[in-house]
């Protein structure tokens, strides 16, 4: 397991939401061509370096409540250097 501060996260991105079911990634996918010489390039479930929640129920809700923890937690930042 492995944790990061939520306002550190480069990117969110939302991807095959159906039946509400979906996977959420918080930096860009490693490229097929990046992954080596493997049999992780075949392997859909790999998901590489890349902070990933796979299967997420309810994945809209779940990216509305990170997005707007992150913009809460940047707007602080913002303001506590004012």
């Given at each position: 397991?492995?944790?990061?501060?939520?306002?550190?996260?480069?990117?969110?991105?939302?991807?095959?939401?159906?039946n509400?079911?979906?996977?959420?990634?918080?930096?860009?996918?490693?490229?097929?061509?990046?992954?080596?010489?493997?049999?992780?390039?075949?392997?859909?479930?790999?998901?590489?370096?890349?902070?990933?929640?796979?299967?997420?129920?309810?994945a809209?809700?779940?990216?509305?409540?990170?997005?707007?923890?992150?913009?809460?937690?940047?707007?602080?930042?913002?303001a506590?250097?004012?």
């Open positions: 397991m492995a944790s990061a501060y939520i306002d550190t996260l480069p990117l969110l991105i939302k991807e095959g939401v159906s509400g079911v979906g996977t959420l990634r918080f930096s860009q996918p490693d490229s097929v061509w990046s992954r080596g010489r493997s049999w992780g390039v075949w392997d859909t479930m790999s998901i590489g370096n890349t902070p990933t929640f796979v299967d997420v129920e309810d809209d809700a779940v990216y509305r409540l990170i997005s707007d923890l992150r913009e809460k937690t940047r707007s602080k930042a913002q506590n250097l004012t």
